[in-house]
């Protein structure tokens, strides 16, 4: 059975997009940080469709092969989702070095420890899907520089790998959600989701569905054809300023 290695499966994202994946027929192995809602995302789905792995890919000593590789779905696997992020510290002056390692770590080095680790499995299979979650600060920069720098090593990293692996039938793919509406939003005043809303060209929000169905899309059979993209899912909010 067709399997996705999912990372950030318990954030907002993920509880629309596991869901998906589930009604389209892949199994799940689901990596997340944070114990208390990967138990409550395990509650939902039977344990023999979506299996939850607690890991924090801001340390240096996580390794996929220490997590992953006992796991019996392994030969099934036929795409990886690295939909983990975190933003932390402040603007130029107020940042750690710690801040900076800490994004740097989960926005690029465990991506590219789980790309190097998912990829030959794809291969075995005769080739398979990459999907990490880009961000528009990547390209147009941000208040915090250490997150902006963070995602643009991630634009550098997935283009990078889409050249590596297009040899061995690996598809590999960048997405630059703009603001969704999650748990992580749901706090936002009106009128602060309004400002946000009037600056993308379309004047809303995107929906976690919108999102789950895309990259439901380009792992799947139906996108065969699509490497080293880079998929604008912000509303349009870059060219709206």
């Not at 996705?4 to 994202?13: L, P, Q, S, Y």
């Not at 389209?24 to 409550?40: C, F, N, P, T, Y």
Request: proline share 5%; with cysteine.
């Amino acid at each position: 059975m067709k399997t996705v290695i999912f990372t950030g499966c318990a954030g907002g994202m993920g509880e629309a997009a596991v869901p998906e994946l589930l009604s389209q027929g892949w199994r799940v192995i689901g990596l997340d940080h944070s114990e208390k809602r990967l138990a409550a995302q395990q509650a939902k789905y039977p344990s023999n469709q979506f299996q939850a792995l607690l890991c924090d890919l801001a340390q240096t000593t996580f390794t996929p092969e220490n997590l992953l590789s006992n796991h019996s779905w392994l030969p099934d696997v036929q795409a990886m989702v690295y939909w983990a992020g975190v933003s932390k510290g402040g603007g130029w002056e107020d940042a750690t070095e710690q801040d900076w390692d800490d994004q740097f770590n989960v926005q690029a080095r465990s991506c590219r420890k789980l790309i190097r680790f998912s990829a030959p499995l794809m291969q075995q299979r005769g080739g398979g899907s990459v999907v990490v979650a880009g961000s528009p600060v990547g390209v147009v920069g941000a208040r915090k520089p250490g997150y902006a720098a963070s995602k643009a090593a991630l634009h550098g990293l997935v283009m990078s790998a889409a050249r590596h692996y297009g040899p061995a039938n690996v598809r590999v793919n960048l997405v630059l959600p703009g603001p969704v509406i999650t748990y992580m939003t749901q706090d936002w005043s009106p009128e602060k989701r309004q400002s946000i809303a009037g600056e993308t060209l379309l004047g809303r929000l995107c929906q976690p569905q919108e999102v789950a169905e895309l990259l439901t899309f380009l792992i799947s059979d139906k996108n065969r054809y699509m490497s080293g993209s880079v998929v604008d899912l912000t509303c349009g909010s870059m060219y709206g300023h």
